[in-house]
């Protein structure tokens, strides 16, 4: 069994809304050549088995891992498929590492969302075929009936909804992949087109397509190929319940269980003096909140706080999204956990230009599967 896995290269394109001029496949590839040269490694020679994650509704075909070898330098290799969010198929890899048979992996997520005339009708298909989707609900709304009732429970306020906006829009400014960095104030979010209420349309992250590729290795082999290995210290993943009648719609339960399984296989009792910074789900802006709580990085109902009083801020005591997140970057449908995940990376390993935290040495990513899903995952990154 190999004790220690470690991320040995990172290669990603985007992320636009927009990629008329590329293919999924184009940006696929464009992204493991990053990847590999990052890492120093020959997918033909060095790679012993690929995962990628897609969804078949998404992707418009069924058993993607057909369409994955060409470009992924994958052929008469060992590929598989998952059908969930990008730290889904990262914690799987991990673990075909940590096995002992596989001493290279490599993990891919992308989105070429701009060819999806009509997302909001494939997303609709998650719904419950029986109980909820005769009932034609839209997927905002869904989130909007989440969003007041977290407000009512905890006692948070849109004004602290709409503060989540206002950081990680003006963190993407500094962020040369994200698509919607910008300057906003409390009022121009509240005053923004409604989406769902209390849900307000600033408050959802706008759609991007791009392509994430990440080299995983052994300790062994880590140790040869980088001497800035960003090692995999706890992966956990959790799904709650699946049906809209009969869930907590307050509280992220699955972040919570998928927190405290990644917290005891990296040894973290206090995640709020042991973890230095964090990317978290902001799909939407309460999501961030709810995630924040949920994680232990404070009680329910003071995250809102925290983000007002500026502590999730870049220069504050907890950093979070300092990528900008989704809400700056862009959704990149089933690569949004490894876009998170991404940023923990380059910022372990000093490589976040205009955006580099100082001195830190633990980092969190955490993803959420996206409206009606009760399902996450949560990654702890090390230095």
């Not at 330098?73 to 059908?83: E, S």
């Not at 009509?118 to 909007?144: M, S």
């Not at 269980?257 to 910074?277: H, K, L, S, T, V």
Request: proline fraction near 5%; charged fraction near 20%; charge should be negative.
């Amino acid at each position: 069994m190999n004790e220690r896995v470690a991320i040995v290269g990172l290669g990603w394109v985007g992320f636009r809304p927009v990629t008329p001029e590329r293919s999924y496949k184009e940006l696929m590839y464009e992204a493991a050549l990053r990847a590999y040269a990052d890492a120093g490694v020959n997918p033909r020679r060095d790679v012993e088995t690929f995962v990628t994650v897609a969804e078949d509704f998404h992707e418009g075909t069924s058993i993607f891992d057909e369409y994955v070898p060409d470009q992924l330098g994958a052929a008469l290799k060992p590929v598989h498929t998952i059908g969930g969010d990008g730290l889904h198929g990262l914690a799987a890899a991990y673990m075909l590492v940590r096995t002992g048979q596989f001493d290279l992996v490599v993990v891919e997520g992308h989105s070429k969302v701009s060819n999806l005339l009509t997302l909001p009708e494939v997303t609709a298909y998650a719904q419950d075929p029986v109980l909820n989707r005769p009932l034609r609900l839209n997927t905002h709304f869904v989130a909007g009936l989440e969003m007041n009732r977290y407000l009512h429970e905890t006692g948070t306020t849109r004004e602290q909804c709409a503060s989540v906006v206002v950081k990680n829009r003006y963190n993407a400014l500094s962020n040369p992949s994200a698509s919607y960095g910008a300057e906003l104030t409390l009022e121009e979010v509240l005053a923004g087109p409604p989406l769902a209420w209390p849900l307000g349309r600033r408050e959802a992250a706008e759609q991007a397509d791009g392509a994430i590729v990440m080299v995983l290795a052994s300790e062994d082999r880590a140790r040869h190929l980088t001497d800035r290995p960003v090692w995999i210290l706890g992966v956990g993943w959790c799904n709650d319940s699946p049906s809209l009648e009969n869930r907590d719609w307050a509280q992220a339960i699955y972040a919570r269980e998928a927190g405290r399984m990644a917290y005891r296989q990296a040894g973290i009792g206090n995640p709020r003096d042991q973890i230095d910074f964090a990317e978290v789900d902001d799909v939407y802006a309460y999501k961030e909140l709810q995630a924040l709580e949920a994680l232990g990085f404070c009680r329910p109902g003071e995250a809102g706080e925290l983000t007002e009083a500026g502590v999730t801020a870049p220069d504050g005591d907890l950093p979070i999204n300092v990528s900008g997140g989704s809400l700056g970057v862009g959704h990149v449908l089933d690569a949004t956990g490894l876009a998170r995940a991404l940023e923990v990376a380059l910022q372990l390993r000093g490589e976040a230009g205009p955006r580099q935290l100082e001195d830190v040495e633990v980092g969190l990513a955490q993803s959420w599967r996206d409206v009606p899903t009760t399902s996450g995952a949560v990654v702890i990154l090390g230095n």
